[in-house]
Nanobody, 125 residues
Framework: VQLQASGGGWVQAGGSLRLSCAASGRTFSRYAMGWFRQAPGKEREFVAAISWTGRSTNYADSVKGRFTISRDNAKNMVYLQMNSLKPEDTAVYYC???????????????????WGQGTKVTVSS
C-alpha cells in the first residue's frame, strides 16, 4: 500500500482543516488506518484510528471532540477533519496503514507497516 497525505496548511486558532490520505492497492479495505503527528522536537504521537469498515474509531484525548477520522473504501481515501484547532496541534501529520485480521482499530505505531510522507499543519495563535 502506498499512501499520499495532503490538506495541510496554515490556519488560525479556532479554524478547521481537512486532511486527506489517498491509498493505492486493491486491498485497502482490509487495512486499519491511522493518523499520527510529530511536532518539532517531540516524538511522534497517535492522533486517531479507524477500522476496516469504519465501524470503530479511536482518538487521542487531546483531539477527542475536535477531530473526526473517516474513510471511503470505494475511493481508497481516509480523512481527518480537524476543527477548533489549537496552536498545540501544529505538527506534521502522517497517515498510516496496518494489515490486520479483524475489523478493529490499531493504536500502536509499531503495528503500522505503511506510512505516508506527511503533511504539515501550522496553527497560529
Amino acid at each position: 500500500v502506498q499512501l499520499q497525505a495532503s490538506g495541510g496548511g496554515w490556519v488560525q486558532a479556532g479554524g478547521s482543516l481537512r486532511l486527506s490520505c489517498a491509498a493505492s492497492g486493491r486491498t485497502f479495505s482490509r487495512y486499519a488506518m491511522g493518523w499520527f503527528r510529530q511536532a518539532p522536537g517531540k516524538e511522534r504521537e497517535f492522533v486517531a484510528a479507524i477500522s476496516w469498515t469504519g465501524r470503530s474509531t479511536n482518538y487521542a484525548d487531546s483531539v477527542k471532540g475536535r477531530f473526526t477520522i473517516s474513510r471511503d473504501n470505494a475511493k481508497n481515501m481516509v480523512y481527518l477533519q480537524m476543527n477548533s484547532l489549537k496552536p498545540e496541534d501544529t505538527a506534521v501529520y502522517y497517515c498510516a496503514a496496518a494489515g490486520v485480521y479483524s475489523d478493529d482499530v490499531v493504536l500502536l505505531s509499531d503495528m503500522y507497516r505503511y506510512w505516508g510522507q506527511g503533511t504539515k499543519v501550522t496553527v497560529s495563535s
